[in-house]
T-cell receptor, first 114, second 117 residues
Framework: DGGITQSPKYLFRKEGQNVTLSCEQNLNHDAMYWYRQDPGQGLRLIYY???????QKGDIAEGYSVSREKKESFPLTVTSAQKNPTAFYLC?????????????FGPGTRLLVL | AQTVTQSQPEMSVQEAETVTLSCTYD???????LFWYKQPPSRQMILVIR??????QNATENRFSVNFQKAAKSFSLKISDSQLGDAAMYFC??????????????FGKGTSLLVTP
């Protein structure tokens, strides 16, 4: 089936530890996005990538890093510099880079700090 | 960045009735897209409906329709014949036509919809 997968569903991070969230899509989409969702807030953009080997910072990129080595994969690393990482993380993709394209979302990863 | 405001944190509707969720946005652009997404308890974001700013006709998708007032910068969602499965968080989102924005979505804070039998 075509879609976006995120793993793991739940992730626990210890203080000072880097963790990586996986996002994979088999939709042949060019653009991919990472959003963070906190309780009582809408989604906020962390990073986005419009093409392989290129990505741009979003509104809240501090403490996060990404890579886009393959079209279908856009992993997000939450570094120890992110002081408040507990949140729900959503990955999205769209077929092209036109503003007319709809973004489709994965099921999300819940990150908790121990 | 454009601001999206959903002024109703919670709404309630009886099964089979109609409910309208409000959304306003702030922009100086003339070309953009607006979206309504649904987030059920599973937390999967599901596209409900979308509207192109340059189209005057309001979008409809089965029981879901929008009232798009471009001059007023208003984009409300109407759900007709509400069903128990409609219970969810509903997010309004704006997408700029400006390439420098990366075409990312700007979201409101959401409206929690409760559907009662």
């Amino acid at each position: 089936d075509g879609g976006i997968t995120q793993s793991p569903k739940y992730l626990f991070r210890k203080e000072g530890q880097n963790v990586t969230l996986s996002c994979e899509q088999n939709l042949n989409h060019d653009a991919m996005y990472w959003y963070r969702q906190d309780p009582g807030q809408g989604l906020r953009l962390i990073y986005y990538s419009q093409i392989v080997n290129d990505f741009q910072k979003g509104d809240i990129a501090e403490g996060y890093s990404v890579s886009r080595e393959k079209k279908e994969s856009f992993p997000l690393t939450v570094t120890s510099a992110q002081k408040n990482p507990t949140a729900f993380y959503l990955c999205a993709s769209s077929i092209g880079t036109s503003y007319q394209e709809t973004q489709y979302f994965g099921p999300g990863t819940r990150l908790l700090v121990l | 960045a454009q601001t999206v405001t959903q002024s109703q944190p919670e709404m309630s509707v009886q099964e089979a009735e109609t409910v309208t969720l409000s959304c306003t946005y702030d922009t100086s652009e003339s070309d953009y897209y607006l979206f309504w997404y649904k987030q059920p308890p599973s937390r999967q974001m599901i596209l409900v409906i979308r509207q192109e700013a340059y189209k005057q006709q309001n979008a409809t998708e089965n029981r879901f329709s929008v009232n798009f007032q471009k001059a007023a910068k208003s984009f409300s969602l109407k759900i007709s014949d509400s069903q128990l499965g409609d219970a969810a968080m509903y997010f309004c989102a704006y997408r700029s036509a400006d390439q420098d924005s990366g075409y990312a979505l700007n979201f409101g804070k959401g409206t929690s919809l409760l559907v009662t039998p």
